[in-house]
């Protein structure tokens, strides 16, 4: 039984990937311990004024959201696209919270820092406009660019997979439906 932390990274109270990320969970609750944030949820700031300069206290929704990553053994991300890449709302839960002593550490005299939350998996379930083909191979595919590399594999966490769907903008009824059957079976390679 894995320990499964399902993040809507989408900050509108109402989305598909609400409608998504619920279907996860709630597939997943069926042979796994499952934890649901939804972004819009959260109470925080999203920038990260001083950097690494300054150490910013962290709010009480940060500090449980470390708490769930760290519980969690398989992290899924339900994100739509925003111009390219990640909602500026999930990037800044990123920023906050994903801090050297938290998501890696400096080492003197390495090049690259330790990742500390190795042991770790995802899966990457993004919505937008375009046709995925379009934003994969023409587009150049940033939004896992950004969260594969950058982020989840400098930490340590290894991405099992990536899945599209779109265009959300002229969906119909059917076809979301079909999106949300095929999350639910998404938990089947958790």
């Not at 990260?48 to 708490?67: I, N, R, S, V």
Request: charge should be positive.
């Amino acid at each position: 039984m894995k320990k499964v932390l399902v993040i809507n990274a989408n900050p509108k109270s109402d989305s598909l990937c609400k409608a998504l990320a619920e279907r996860y969970a709630l597939a997943a609750s069926n042979q796994h311990q499952v934890e649901l944030i939804h972004l819009d949820n959260l109470d925080f700031a999203i920038s990260l004024d001083q950097g690494y300069d300054t150490k910013t206290a962290l709010e009480p929704d940060l500090l449980h959201f470390q708490q769930q990553v760290e519980w969690a053994n398989h992290v899924v991300i339900v994100s739509p696209v925003w111009w390219g890449t990640l909602p500026a709302k999930f990037k800044g839960l990123i920023d906050r919270t994903f801090l050297p002593g938290f998501a890696f550490k400096y080492v003197s005299g390495k090049a690259i820092p330790k990742k500390l939350l190795e042991g770790r998996t995802s899966q990457l379930i993004f919505t937008l406009d375009t046709p995925p083909f379009w934003y994969k191979y023409i587009k150049g595919n940033a939004i896992y660019r950004e969260l594969k590399r950058s982020i989840l594999d400098f930490s340590g966490i290894k991405n099992q997979s990536a899945t599209y769907f779109g265009p959300v903008i002229s969906s119909d009824d059917k076809t979301r439906q079909a999106w949300l059957e095929k999350t639910e079976q998404l938990v089947n390679n958790c």
